[in-house]
């Protein structure tokens, strides 16, 4: 019966935390103490120990750091456990060192790369960003499942290249992790996301999607801001930038209320400084951009 106490020796042996708990006895061990048979609380037949996993009373793991090997207890989600198992291990595999160094981008890119993570972070997993849209690295926008499913991830645990179908899953569980608007107006910080994902990106993989993206931007804006291709090099980085965060149009169109695109090609670099501070973004960032147009400036001097 439920909170029976049977007096006897509780059999265990010592190692990780078995879960569920299994309760010696003439059934083996798919008898009434394990939950993959019955969830019933009830009797377990055979030698018990006095507290065994027919009883709902059992101390919370947590309340017992220092516990002796072979406490009965219950998990935070309430499940019996007890030290000493059988079965077979679920360490993780081990990381290869050279497959998740860290990445260097190319010479000329230094700057662009640091100022760009340090405002878009750089996250391995799938995450949900500030306007609640599907996001993995540094700031790739990830419009749909397929989208994912063209970068290459690595499960988290086994290290093996993750299949199309773990991607899907991914994206979806992070999709369907959308807060509440209402309590979280700008969004959960990133970080909230990694606890339901279960593949990670390379930083190589992650930093060469990140100059892919970039390059693309750069190969875009003299479509949008004329003469871009004589632009002060420090003009180009703050441009690059704001177009990694508006897009080349919106770069042209509505940064600074279209004026940034005036001051641009007008060669009035003062001026683009003097607009970001009202571009989106945070002030840290615009700051940086303000510095770099205030750079062009010196080098080029509005004539």
Known sequence: MAGSRIPGPLQCLPGPY????????????????????????????????????ADPTL??????????????A?????TPVVTGSDLPSKAKATKDPALWKAWTPPAGYAVLYELIVANEG?????????????????GCYLPGVEDAKKLRFYNRDTQAVATAE??????????????????????????????FTKLDMTPTDIGERWLADVKTFQKQLPSYFKDF???????????????????????????????????????????????????????????????????????????
């Open 166 to 195: 773990e991607i899907e899953a991914d994206y979806k569980a992070v999709q369907e992790a959308k807060p509440d608007p209402e309590k979280f107006p700008k969004g959960r910080p990133a970080s909230h996301y990694e606890q």
């Open 18 to 53: 078995r879960i569920p708990a299994r309760s010696p006895g003439p059934l083996g061990v798919l008898d009434q103490g394990d939950s993959n048979f019955t969830s019933l609380l009830g009797d377990t037949p055979g030698p018990l120990g006095w507290r065994d996993h």
């Open 74 to 78: 219950r998990a935070a989600d309430g």
């Open 59 to 72: 101390p919370w793991l947590g309340d017992l750091p220092n516990c002796a090997a072979g406490t009965p």
């Open 229 to 303: 291709s004589n632009y002060p090099s420090d003009a180009k980085q703050a441009l690059t930038d704001i177009a990694y965060q508006y897009g080349a149009s919106g770069a042209s169109k509505n940064a600074g209320g279209g004026k940034l695109k005036e001051a641009a090609e007008s060669g009035d670099w003062q001026a683009a400084a003097d607009l970001c501070a009202k571009l989106e973004g945070q002030a840290s960032r615009n700051t940086k951009r303000k510095q770099l147009f205030e750079a062009a400036a010196k080098a080029a001097p509005k004539q």
């Open 122 to 138: 750089n996250l391995s997993y799938m995450y949900l960003d500030t306007k609640n849209k599907v996001t993995v690295g540094i």
